[in-house]
């Protein structure tokens, strides 16, 4: 069939197979006439020479790139388009000549033809395709080496941030006292006492799990060591004791506040984060996030917290405790998706989460609705993808988004824009993926949200903020503690009445509390300034300034001065919501 065809396209071209070849080349040129519209086709040069030499067309992959070749050369145009008869002949005879032997060893070694430097050429190119593909290789082969180191060092980094956590939270009374009400709860109704041989006994007693307790509380190093102590912990809750007794047994908000990790291991965990980094496929997204919104060690302790135990205590089950005993929190038990926090204005949601993360040695990240805002089509979902790889980069993470309510306007709202309805996906599937598998890979990212109006919240991310967590105005005894936190560090009176001020202050929030507090440490020195000149002012010593105590006069000022900033209304709208959607404890 093939033969057939090949006589054909020779018999239309007309030339007699007899001929002598600078005859056919002749007649070929001619009839082709390739500079008659100054344009000469690669395929059509290949029909001349498929239909003059059948036999040349064994191989008709090759011969189109070695035309290439030689179209390229200058010394084979006649004009800028069209070929010269002399290049057409050169052609014509190179191909004679190689298809004669072998059309497939051509491009490997052209035959040296008189006059042109046709081998030259073709060498020089195949050299050049031999450098690149070495040097191609030589890359990926680099490429390769880096993301090797690279992993490597994100898998050390890693491991050695587990472990900096892990002794930090051991050696600190942070993870002590939460190992020792653990113990107890392993002991789970042992009569034991003191921490130490709290651990001897239930040790003994859990038999099984001896070296998994001694190690852990002589080194407390290890990931599958804490895990084995954890099981333990489980095996004893299987043995009777309840979650809620678990939970029961937990540390109190006071003893809570004693946990303070010291500036050495938050240094660890902050040094050992400093060096991870970010490997995925957005980096120009994730350095700006970075930039924006990171905070490896935000350092709020639980001690800067006033009140808010049950709070506290939520927030202990949700994110403190699955950090500390991954194996634990497992299956039914996996640690929830997301936490919202909800109440009026400034009564501490900011602060909760700062010290939730600093306890917890978490990298903190406070995103804001502007830093999901993307200028481009498409922008603000691919942020937010980027900002859970990034945090999962980070891990252990908790992600923070205040005022989530205006990330969401209500779907299929009138109010609702195509980024933002992107948006809005993209974070349900981002929290959807939450916890599930990497939970146990020490891989942690728990997000955390507040909102001051929990009613504009999108229904199917309601859902996903598993955790409702009220965050109200502060009572009596959490104003007392208020005040003495923001004043600590403040001369007082001894005529000063706390409780008086506490009394006088039902429905301020811990912002307006922080105000008063402020605002009637100043009071002194206005007193002492009032009248003076700039210069006067200058010359009163700073030693002298720091010493005028804050009086009960100052902070009747300040109350009087300063009024409440949430309303009733408020706290009415909030209370119903958590009557309907809120979580207790
Ligand atoms: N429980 C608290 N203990 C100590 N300080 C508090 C407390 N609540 C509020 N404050 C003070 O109020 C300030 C504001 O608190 P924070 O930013 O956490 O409030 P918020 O609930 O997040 O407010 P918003 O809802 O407006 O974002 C804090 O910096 C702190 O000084």
Redesign the pocket.
Known sequence: MMKKQKLENYQMVGVDAAKSKEEKMKIIFDKFDVNKDSHLGITELLGWIMAVEPTLSNDLQRLPFLLQIYLGNPSFLASSKGLSYSGFTHIYEEGHLNFDHDFNTINIQPPIHKGYAIRGILQQQQQQRSLMLQSQLQQQQQQCQQQEQHRSLMLQSQLVQQQAQQCASLATNTFSSNLRNTTQQVGGGISSAGPVSNIGITAQQMGGVISSAVQVNSYGNTMEQVGGLFNSTAQANSNGNSAQQVRGNLNSATEVNKNVNSAEQENAVKDVKSKVKYDGSHPELAARLEKEILDTNPGVKWD?????SEAKRILQETVVLPLFMPEYFQGIRRPWRGVLMF?P????????AKAVATECGMTFMNISCSSLCGNWYGESDRLTWCLFELARAHAPTMIFI??IDSLCSVRGSATEHETSRRLMSELLVQIDGLNNSNSTSGKMVTLLA?T?FPGNLDEALRRRLEKRIY?PL?DFE?RKE?IQ??LKSIELASEVDIEQVAQKTEGY???D??NICRDASLNGMRQKIAGKTIDEIKNILKSEMLKIPVTMEDFLEAVDKIKPTVSSGDIQRHEKWYSEFGSSY
Do not use: E, M, R
Request: charged residues 15%; hydrophobic residues 35%; without cysteine.
């Open positions: 800067d917290v006033a009140g808010l109440g204005p400034g009564t501490g949601k900011t602060l909760l205040d005022d507040a001051n965050i502060p959490t208020l936190i923001n929030s811990g912002d509390l922080t």
